[in-house]
T-cell receptor
């Protein structure tokens, strides 16, 4: 299974862009990169996912390097409510096709 | 309706009790999941149901017994738990168990305390 590594924690000033990196150097060709976040004591929330092209939605942008060995989640204008643990997941596809495995994640603190 | 509803939100039980956690979704999703999350740790996958059949059991002790009565409901039956089983139990669903391009939708969890 492709593993991910993320910084343990990051700070970001309110109103600035938050750039959260993720390394996934053993990713396979058909594995998607997913980002979820978890605000304290709530269930994880889907943010965005992609295969090889950059993706953007109303919450964030996902930049995947050409070799697919790393990616960056960008929150363009961070607010205090974006303080959360952010999980980068590379979803392995096995016979059952559904295994989402969470790593330790990055604890993002947005500071006023 | 994009909600996954879990009940109860909080549960305190003794080691000899039997209790059940419930999860419901009405999005027509055909895969449902149980995760366990200890404080300050990431969620850990416990079980996956695909088309109402158990497809993944991550070596979970038998004191946890999952059940999927229909495509909208998922239960987790608890019996003879230990204090170390105290955790946040999260339910999730996704549309197609075998799709590569799937999203998980999570409930808000049941915070379980075993005394």
């Amino acid at each position: 299974d492709a593993k991910t590594t993320q910084p343990t924690s990051m700070d970001c000033a309110e109103g600035r862009a938050a750039n959260l990196p993720c390394n996934h150097s053993t990713i396979s060709g058909n594995e998607y990169v997913y980002w979820y976040r978890q605000i304290h004591s709530q269930g994880p929330q889907y943010i965005i996912h992609g295969l090889k092209n950059n993706e953007t939605n109303e919450m964030a942008s996902l930049i995947i390097t050409e070799d697919r060995k790393s990616s960056t989640l960008i929150l363009p204008h961070a607010t205090l409510r974006d303080t959360a643990v952010y999980y980068c997941i590379v979803r392995p596809w096995d016979n059952y096709g559904q295994n989402f495995v969470f790593g330790p994640g990055t604890r993002l603190s947005v500071l006023p | 309706d994009t909600e996954v509803t879990q009940t109860p939100k909080h549960l305190v039980m003794g080691m000899t009790n039997k209790k059940s956690l419930k999860c419901e979704q009405h999005m027509g999703h055909r895969a449902m999941y149980w995760y366990k999350q200890k404080a300050k740790k990431p969620p850990e996958l416990m079980f996956v149901y695909s088309y109402e059949k158990l497809s993944i059991n991550e070596s979970v002790p038998s004191r946890f017994s999952p059940e999927c009565p229909n495509s909208s409901l998922l239960n987790l039956h608890l019996h003879a738990l230990q204090p170390e089983d105290s955790a946040l139990y999260l339910c999730a669903s996704s549309q197609d168990p075998y799709g590569l391009n799937e999203k998980l939708f999570f409930g808000s969890g049941t915070q379980l305390s075993v005394l």
